[in-house]
């Protein structure tokens, strides 16, 4: 991996930054605070995320938004990586990001851009937000104060640690993973083994099942037996109820028809005594009619002439009369009115000629009342005749219906008389029928106790035949049941016998693991460890004498690259050096972690380095001997970050930072 560029957007004191990287050795100077480490954390911070940083870390105080974009190349390809940074409610955030890939742009949530750098980089790492690269932490860029601590840690901290770096841990995690696997299988073994305790029990439930069913297959022909002989009983006792069956229905039906026929006889004596009855009555009833029929006989009504018209003609006169009597009447009150000799209407006095027209219409009155008096008597007289004619044509009509209605009732008579004697001979009849079939209910009712008797003898042969049969099924139930335990213990002893086989295996396996597999692991691991120890003491051991400024010094690692120093061939504790030579130190262990990472990891083949203030304590002659260590290290591209100046020797490419206003620049000098 090479870095071709790093632009920063408001990354803590950054507003907006810069810096496009060359090969060769790269220098950051300036004073302390000025802003060197961030170019430093936002490389990081660029390539996989937070990290253990936090994001109001990085976000510039007061801004909303930032981001950092780092373009670098891998194996020929040209990439570009921009990450976001958030504030929202006083808290930031890391944002969606993307990446450039030869020219092409991707989206990615903050997991998926890991996950791709990653991918990209060929790191075989945790591509958690939060999880740390070691690979790039112990290859790439260590601070100084992390790689003096890591020189102090526990042998066995350190190295784990330095097995994440070398690549190796794989071993360690895989006898860890052993172990527990160790572990898994004999808890498993002992699981088996308990499910394997009752084998010796499943079997003799099986010989005792087999006992079973060889008794009940020997009782099977003489249970056979008895179904048959119960089937051949209940046949016989269904043949002799079916035909008692048939015989007591025949005697029933004729004994059903004797109360039909004591209903018929009563039914006819009714209808005999209610045509009797009738006769009596219309006996009577002739008899009333044939009085009344005499009796108008012998009043011998005249046939007279009927006076309708002359009394209705009498009736149209007397109004006429009526009508011509008010007119003369209302003349003569006219006239009358007129005797006082004035005219009661306009008051002028009558003439004397007007007295005889009064006594005119006063005779012309009497005349007219004197007519209606005769019209009113000859009204009254053909009323009467009218009256006397309706009261003897009234007369002839009763004759004539008393004589019809004494017919009707002599036909009746001769219909009921005739009927009543239809009546007395059915009544016989039926009297003879009752009488021949009375015997039939006394043969009905010994038929049907026979019958129920045979009924009786049917539901005991069948309920011995059900027994027969339920002992059958029982016996057949009994018999699938103990099939079927016998089958689910072949099951169970089958499944015990795979248990026996996957038992051996899991000991096999277990007997594997224990050895040879686990001891090969570390015995692996020990010549991996071991080849990794002495390349690594190699370079070590000679880049620390060479950055020294005595020769008394020398250091060599153990085999938990734990650094041994000697003075003058006397042991001598890492916390007795001076700041010079823990530099010294610090610096040789990194180059020589950096130098076996990078042989471990494609993507760093070219091996990127980043050193932060890695000469503190040095003197002028140690930093003139670092130039040569550095390119004995074999990094094609290396930034540094240093306050001092006299780095600027050794460098290819100079950047000054400054802090302004709290503002941190860059300029290349």
């Known amino acids: 991996m090479r870095l071709e560029f790093l632009e920063l957007d408001n990354i803590r004191t950054y507003g907006y930054a810069r810096v496009d990287f060359a090969q060769g050795v790269t220098l950051f100077e300036g004073d302390v605070g000025s802003g060197k480490s961030t170019l430093l954390y936002a ?58 890939e030869d020219g092409v742009r991707t989206d990615y949530s903050p997991e998926e851009l890991k996950a791709r750098v990653l991918s990209i980089l060929q790191f075989r790492e945790n591509p958690a937000v939060r999880a740390t690269s070691w690979i790039f932490r112990y290859a790439v860029f260590t601070p100084q104060e992390q790689m003096k601590e890591i020189l102090t840690l526990k042998s066995e901290e350190r190295l784990q640690t ?49 006992k079973q069913l060889a008794e009940l297959e020997s009782q099977k ?26 015989e007591s229905l025949a005697l029933e039906r004729e004994a059903a028809e004797v109360p039909l026929l004591q209903k018929r006889v009563e039914e006819w004596q009714r209808q005999a005594a209610r045509l009797q009855s009738d006769g009596a009555n219309l006996d009577g009833k002739a008899r009333q009619w044939a009085a009344e029929l005499k009796t108008l006989q012998g009043q011998n009504p005249a046939a007279l002439d009927d006076p309708q018209k002359e009394w209705e003609a009498a009736q149209e006169t007397l109004r006429r009369r009526q009508t011509e009597l008010g007119a003369c009447e209302h003349a003569a009150r006219e006239h009358a009115a007129l005797r006082s000799g004035t005219c009661p209407t306009c008051g002028q006095k009558i003439s004397d000629g007007l007295n005889g027209k009064i006594q005119d219409a006063e005779n012309a009155l009497k005349q007219a009342q004197m007519a209606v008096q005769m019209a009113r008597q000859a009204e009254m007289a053909l009323r009467n005749q009218l009256t006397a004619y309706n009261q003897q044509k009234l007369a002839l009509q009763k004759i004539q219906q008393l004589s019809e209605m004494f017919q009707q009732a ?44 045979t009924e009786n003898t049917l539901r005991q042969n069948q309920a011995a035949l059900q027994a027969t049969l339920s002992a059958q099924a029982a016996s057949e139930a009994k018999e699938s049941h103990l099939k079927q335990n016998r089958q689910d213990l072949e099951a169970a002893l089958e499944r015990k016998k795979q248990l026996d086989v996957k038992l051996k295996d899991l000991e096999s396996k277990n007997a594997w693991l224990a050895d040879p597999f686990i001891p090969a692991l570390s015995l692996i691991e020990e010549h991996v460890l071991q080849r990794i120890n002495d390349e690594f003491n190699r370079m070590f051991s000679r880049w620390f004498v060479q950055l020294l400024e005595s020769q008394d010094l020398s250091a060599e690692v153990d085999a938990s690259f734990t650094p041994q120093i000697r003075q ?16 010294a130190l610090a610096l040789a262990y990194r180059l020589a972690l950096n ?14 380095l980043i050193l932060d203030e890695p000469t503190d304590g040095f003197s002028k002659e140690q930093l003139g001997r670092m130039r040569q260590v550095l390119q004995e290290a074999g990094a094609q591209q290396i930034l540094l970050v240093s306050h001092e100046r006299e780095l600027e020797a050794l460098c290819d490419q100079v950047f000054q930072v400054e802090k302004h206003g709290g503002e941190s620049r860059i300029k290349e000098l």
């Open 568 to 583: 003058q061939g006397f042991e001598q504790d890492f916390t007795a050096l001076s700041g010079g030579e823990k530099s």
């Open 43 to 100: 490389i990081e911070f660029a390539l996989f995320g937070l990290g253990d940083l936090k994001a109001g870390h990085l976000l510039r105080h007061g801004a909303t938004e930032g981001n950092v974009k780092l373009g670098f190349e891998v194996d020929g390809r040209k990439i570009v990586v921009c990450r976001r940074l958030e504030r929202k409610k006083d808290a930031a955030r890391q944002a969606p990001g993307w990446i450039e």
């Open 410 to 453: 002599e036909t009746q008579r001769q219909d009921v008389k005739a009927r009543e004697a239809e009546a007395l001979q059915s009544l016989q009849q039926a009297r003879d029928e009752f009488e021949r079939k009375k015997h039939h209910l006394q043969a009905a009712s010994d038929a049907k106790a026979n019958l129920q008797q």
């Open 595 to 608: 130098t076996l990472v990078r042989q471990t990891t494609p993507s760093l083949k070219h091996n990127l």
């Open 221 to 246: 022909p003489a249970l056979a037996q008895r179904v048959q002989d119960a089937q051949m009983q209940v046949q016989a006792a269904e043949k002799d109820v079916q035909s008692r069956r048939a």
């Open 162 to 210: 330095l097995r994440k770096a070398f690549g190796v841990e794989e071993y360690k995690t895989a006898q860890e993973n052993a172990g527990v696997l160790q572990q898994r299988l004999r808890e498993k073994s002992r699981e088996i083994r308990g499910q394997l305790s009752n084998v010796e029990e499943l079997q003799q439930q099986k010989a005792a099942v087999e």
